[in-house]
């Protein structure tokens, strides 16, 4: 059975990091691209980062750089989002995608995980 699986949030103080992870189960991640999202309550999905096919190459929304980075464990068959300084408007559910394809897929990605929150307080 193809699954994502989030884990790795909860609640931290402003300028806290978490380290998220998105572990697949039934397919290896290492022939797809992966990609984290947000969304907070009342607010419209949010694109964050994604890590490509590709070893080394990876794209951050601009209020992810400098902040967030995004990485693969090929032996774990996971990729991680290491969030720094968190800020309150971070919080939200994070959930991740797996595209066979590319980071920016025309009509969305493959695979969907169900997301694990994140709370930031400031």
């Known amino acids: 059975q193809v699954r994502l699986t989030e884990s790795g949030g909860g609640l931290a103080q402003a300028g806290d990091s978490l380290r998220l992870a998105c572990a697949a189960s039934g397919f290896?991640?290492?022939?797809?691209?992966?990609?984290?999202?947000?969304q907070?309550?009342?607010k419209e999905r949010e694109w964050v980062s994604c890590i490509g096919i590709s070893e080394g190459t990876t794209y951050s929304a601009d209020f992810a750089k400098?902040?967030?980075?995004?990485?693969?464990?090929?032996?774990?068959?996971t990729v991680y989002l290491q969030m720094n300084s968190l800020k309150s408007e971070d919080s939200?559910?994070?959930f991740c995608g797996a595209d066979a394809g590319s980071c920016f897929p025309d009509y969305g990605m493959d695979y969907y995980g169900?997301?694990?929150?994140?709370?930031?307080?400031?």
């Open 114 to 122: 169900k997301g694990t929150t994140v709370t930031v307080s400031s």
């Open 28 to 38: 290896s991640l290492a022939r797809y691209a992966v990609g984290w999202f947000r």
């Open 92 to 94: 939200g559910l994070y």
């Open 40 to 42: 907070a309550p009342g």
């Open 66 to 77: 400098g902040r967030f980075t995004i990485s693969r464990d090929y032996a774990k068959n």
